[in-house]
């Protein structure tokens, strides 16, 4: 499967590393309510290609072992040109050990799923109009 691109826009741009079609589709809706574009990435390399130029917000699925979410994390904010981007992961309510450890590797929102996807459009629409 291809990466989506996002079009040209001026305004910020939000990654999303998320391979769960479920919630791609969710991101996919809520952009489209709010009106800000969203660009899905699934590998590492992707992820830390796209964030050369700092977008607004990477979205990630911390369950999804395959990126290994916490050390793209870490890598991300070890990195003084990236470390400004702002990540929200979210992750199944019962995995408390994977919370602690997004947060120790410097994620700076994590969500449980019901509540990621509740607050979606408010999450995407902060960000987009505080850069």
């Known amino acids: 499967m291809a990466e989506n691109?996002?079009?040209?826009?001026?305004?910020?741009?939000?990654?999303?590393?998320?391979?769960?079609?479920?919630?791609v589709g969710k991101i996919t809706a809520a952009a489209q309510r709010v009106g800000?574009?969203?660009?899905?990435?699934?590998?590492?390399t992707a992820v830390l290609q796209k964030t050369a130029s700092t977008p607004a917000m990477l979205i990630l699925d911390l369950s999804d072992a395959t990126l290994n979410p916490i050390s793209l994390i870490a890598k991300l904010k070890a990195d003084p040109a990236r470390k400004e981007?702002?990540?929200?992961?979210?992750?199944?309510?019962?995995?408390?050990?994977l919370m602690r450890e997004a947060h120790q590797a410097g994620c700076d929102v994590v969500l449980p799923r019901s509540v990621f996807s509740q607050n979606l459009d408010e999450?995407?629409?902060?960000?987009?109009?505080?850069?």
């Open 5 to 23: 691109k996002a079009t040209e826009h001026d305004g910020p741009r939000i990654l999303a590393a998320v391979r769960d079609l479920f919630f």
């Open 36 to 44: 800000v574009p969203v660009e899905f990435v699934r590998e590492e």
């Open 85 to 97: 981007v702002r990540i929200i992961g979210y992750l199944s309510h019962v995995q408390a050990e």
């Open 123 to 131: 999450l995407l629409r902060q960000r987009s109009c505080h850069l």
